[in-house]
């Protein structure tokens, strides 16, 4: 085994799945290092964000393996994923609007039975936001902020691994550029990032690798910056030259 794949946090091979009978995955290959981010990118209907669901037991395989640090976890229960360190934000329904932003984080933790107070004031560094506006309802935020309240209640569990599910979609580019920052900044805390993103020129600007998806398949497979770099991805799925 090279350096390289012994480095591997999460190892997902061959999988082919979807919903109602219809496979919307069809072999697809993932793999996430310890101190990587890596994004997935590709056309409506490629299957990404149905890739992610199959890594946390969201949706049945008919087939494929996926491995987290060594353990066979293909189909494990999300909330099992949980206690081994793996956090997921979906796109959608991702906070809970009738709470403030401090229950929300804190519901992030339920699981854990030590005093989180640590870790809600290293959040707080991280989301200085979400500090001045703990004690308001999450529903009251903008776009931007229920998304970093969304994140940060992620992070609540302290994960290994962090799975991000369009966390920039409907949001300006200001705001874009923002998430992006605190999404460095998780995965230089030590941090394994996947994320499915339609920003796909600015993700792969601040990714290490990336898997460009087609039809439930892996049409690319690459460094973040050789992918920007190839004209063929450039022209099909990053709307042009840059």
Known sequence: MSLLEAKRLLEATGL??????????????????????????????????TAMKALVGLIPLKAGRVVFDGADITGVAPERLVGRGIAYVPQERNVFRTMTVEENLAMGAYLRREDIGPTLARIYELFPDLRTK?????????????????????????????????????????????????IRAVNAGGVGILMVEQNARAALAIADRGYVLATGRNR???????????????????????
């Open 220 to 242: 690319f497979a690459d460094k973040a910056s050789a992918l920007l770099a190839n004209r063929d991805v450039a022209d099909a799925f990053l709307g042009g030259a840059g």
């Open 134 to 182: 703990r004690r308001q309802r999450a529903g009251e935020l903008s776009g931007g902020q229920r998304q970093m309240v969304a994140i940060a209640r992620a992070l609540m569990i302290e994960p290994r691994l962090l799975l991000l599910d369009e966390p920039t979609v409907g949001l300006s580019p200001k705001v874009i550029e923002e998430i992006f920052q605190r």
């Open 16 to 49: 082919v799945g979807g919903y109602g009978g219809m496979d919307i995955l069809n072999g697809v290959d993932l793999s996430v290092g310890a101190d990587e981010i890596v994004v997935i990118v590709g056309p409506n209907g490629a299957g990404k964000s």
